[in-house]
């Protein structure tokens, strides 16, 4: 058996980041301090990753002593990456977590643009799916219940006021109504 065979770990992503049609950084998080400790460092491995998978079509890529995943939308490249010796799937996992839970979040709209109108809700997400390196959940829905993200977190449509007025309505109804059979109990 090879002696230089690592340990496993928990610690299995080492970076997420999310760059435009142009390999500019919208997002980025790198969890071990050592691989890449300067922004400018950072900044040139996601340049390096770019020029390699941005005209690919593939979902995996090795490069300098990585093993990264990543998948392509609209204007949006996403990214995963761990080490070498890092199974794959696990990698590949978290990036489709990653990218089913914004396409919820942003409507299915996973574009520039809608992205950086929520970048609190994509922040969220990420920190959910991933602390310190160690991957947290890796079931998108597990994930949209656990940032309490829902459709009427949203600035308020039409449809929606209406329905939330009814709902006052209705509760405000049922007061009333308990407060009629216990006296004890006040109206609001």
């Known amino acids: ?17 999310i760059l435009d049609n142009d390999g500019n950084r919208l997002l980025s998080k790198y969890y071990d301090p050592e691989l890449y400790p300067t922004m400018k460092d950072q900044k040139n491995f996601e340049s390096n990753v770019f020029s ?8 995996i890529a090795f490069l300098e002593g990585m ?3 990543y998948k392509s939308s609209i204007d949006l490249f ?13 990698l590949m996992s978290v990036l489709n977590c990653l990218f089913d839970s914004l396409s919820h979040i942003l409507r299915k709209n996973v574009e520039r643009r809608c992205l950086l109108d929520n970048m609190e809700g994509v922040f969220l997400v990420v920190d959910e799916i ?3 390196g160690v991957i947290l959940e890796s079931d998108p829905q597990q994930v949209l219940q656990k940032v309490n993200y829902r459709a009427d977190d949203n600035p308020l449509t039409e ?3 209406a329905q939330h007025l009814t709902e006052k309505l209705a509760l ?8 009629l059979q216990h ?4 109206p609001p």
């Open 172 to 179: 405000t109804t049922n007061v009333s109504v308990m407060s």
């Open 159 to 161: 449809q929606s006021v």
């Open 78 to 90: 996403f990214y995963v990456v761990g080490s070498a010796q890092e199974n794959e799937l696990m």
């Open 52 to 59: 390699k998978t941005h005209k690919a079509d593939n979902e």
């Open 1 to 17: 058996m090879d002696s230089t065979c690592l340990e496993p770990s928990l610690y299995t992503v080492k970076a997420v980041f």
């Open 183 to 186: 006296p004890t109990i006040e």
């Open 67 to 69: 093993t990264i995943v």
């Open 130 to 132: 991933i602390d310190g």
